[in-house]
């Protein structure tokens, strides 16, 4: 398993813009960004893969969320554009190498997570 740091988070207006970033202490196959809002289960936003950059997003997520990496350094980002206020949640990266990209069982490393608040 490796370390993560997640760093980013905040609080916007709708419409706004955040970029959270997520670094792993060392190699992993796949990171990928849940959230958890109050009272709800986590879901996957999106991942990607470190090696070769192939993405994956949720449909709440696709068109308004980029996920991108820097392989060299182990990091990812979560830049996210027009927010909503649903978007409101905290915010996890996580490490694995899954199968199901989208699949929060299938990562075996969790951050502390970071919270995003997008007020209307």
């Known amino acids: 398993s490796v370390r993560l740091v997640e760093s980013g988070g905040g609080s916007v207006q709708t419409g706004g813009s955040l970029r959270l970033s997520c670094a792993a202490d060392?190699?992993?196959?796949?990171i990928g960004w849940f959230r958890q809002a109050s009272g709800q289960e986590r879901e996957g936003v999106a991942a990607?893969?470190?090696?070769?950059?192939?993405?994956w997003y949720a449909d709440s997520a696709r068109g308004r969320f980029t996920i991108a990496r820097d392989s060299g350094k182990n990091v990812a980002y979560l830049h996210m554009r027009n927010l909503k206020p649903e978007d409101t949640a905290i915010y996890y990266c996580?490490?694995?190498?899954?199968?199901?990209?989208?699949?929060?069982?299938?990562?075996?490393?969790w951050g502390q997570g970071t919270q995003v608040t997008v007020s209307s």
């Open positions: 996580a490490a694995g190498p899954p199968n199901r990209m989208l699949a929060a069982n299938e990562y075996t490393s």
């Open positions: 060392g190699y992993t196959n796949t």
């Open positions: 990607i893969r470190l090696a070769g950059g192939d993405a």
